[in-house]
């Protein structure tokens, strides 16, 4: 059974910092590419950040700087580091898991069922 679970969400203060992980079990997680969403209340589901089973990441503007994705794949394990957090981050952060078999074809797509963060004073 395939399952993405996410954690670490809460409350973080304007400044401060929380850690996202995302645990992977079900399938053969090195060989996935991993990426972090955030959905706010009204708004769309935004990419945040991605990192391939190679290593390679990538960052919205929004986070850039601020925000690092990581991965131990020992631990079957996604990471997203947040630091610097502004109320603007707050938002349901989810882990989406998907084999890419070229730059354009995508193939068994996981989600994590969402974790909530809220920055707030």
């Known amino acids: 059974q395939v399952q993405l679970v996410e954690s670490g969400g809460g409350l973080g203060q304007p400044g401060g910092s929380l850690r996202l992980s995302c645990a992977a079990s079900?399938?053969?997680?090195?060989?996935?590419?991993i990426e972090w969403y955030r959905q706010a209340p009204g708004k769309e589901r935004e990419l945040v950040a991605t990192?391939?089973?190679?290593?390679?990441?990538n960052y919205a503007d929004s986070v850039k700087g601020r925000f690092t994705i990581s991965r131990d794949n020992a631990k079957n394990t996604a990471y997203l580091q947040m630091n610097n957090l502004k109320a603007e981050d707050s938002a349901v952060y989810y882990c989406?898991?998907?084999?890419?078999?070229?730059?354009?074809?995508?193939?068994?797509?996981?989600w994590g069922q969402g974790t909530q963060v809220t920055v707030s004073s």
């Open positions: 989406h898991a998907y084999r890419s078999l070229s730059d354009t074809i995508r193939v068994n797509t996981y």
């Open positions: 079900g399938f053969i997680f090195s060989i996935y590419d």
């Open positions: 990192i391939t089973s190679g290593g390679t990441t």
